[in-house]
C-alpha cells in the first residue's frame, strides 16, 4: 500500500489549499485515512480522518469548522479542503492509513502510533 500526499503551497492568512492522499494497492474501504502534520521541534499531531467503518469524519479541535475531510471512491483518494489559514497551520501535512478502519471522536488528540502506511509529506506555509 503506498500513499502520496499533494497539494501544499505558500498561501496567504486567509486563504485556502486543498491536500490530496492517493491511495495505491488498497481500497479505501479498508482503512482508516488520517491527516498529521509536524512542525520541527514539535510533536506529531492528527488534524483529521476519515473512517470507511461507519462514515465517521474526525477533526482536531483547532482545525474544527475550517478543516474538511472527503474521500473520492473512484479515484481512491483522500482530500483535506482548508479554508481560513492561519499561520499556526504551517507544517509539514501527511496523510497515513490505519487499517483498524474507525476514528476517534472530533476533538481528541492523536499522534499516529500504529498506523500501517504512511505517505510522504506535503509542506503547508502560511504567511503574508
Known amino acids: 500500500v503506498q500513499l502520496q500526499a499533494s497539494g501544499g503551497g505558500l498561501v496567504q492568512p486567509g486563504g485556502s489549499l486543498r491536500l490530496s492522499c492517493k491511495v495505491s494497492g488498497a481500497t479505501l474501504d479498508y482503512y482508516a485515512i488520517n491527516w498529521f502534520r509536524q512542525v520541527p521541534g514539535k510533536e506529531r499531531e492528527g488534524v483529521s480522518c476519515y473512517s470507511p467503518s461507519d462514515g465517521r469524519k474526525s477533526y482536531a479541535h483547532s482545525v474544527q469548522g475550517r478543516f474538511t475531510i472527503s474521500r473520492d471512491n473512484a479515484r481512491n483518494t483522500v482530500y483535506l479542503q482548508m479554508i481560513s489559514l492561519k499561520p499556526e497551520d504551517t507544517a509539514v501535512y501527511y496523510c497515513?492509513?490505519?487499517?483498524?478502519?474507525?476514528?476517534?471522536?472530533?476533538?481528541?488528540?492523536?499522534?499516529?502510533?500504529?498506523?500501517?502506511?504512511w505517505g510522504k509529506g506535503t509542506q503547508v506555509t502560511v504567511s503574508s
Open positions: 497515513a492509513a490505519d487499517d483498524v478502519p474507525t476514528c476517534l471522536p472530533s476533538g481528541s488528540t492523536w499522534d499516529g502510533d500504529g498506523m500501517e502506511f
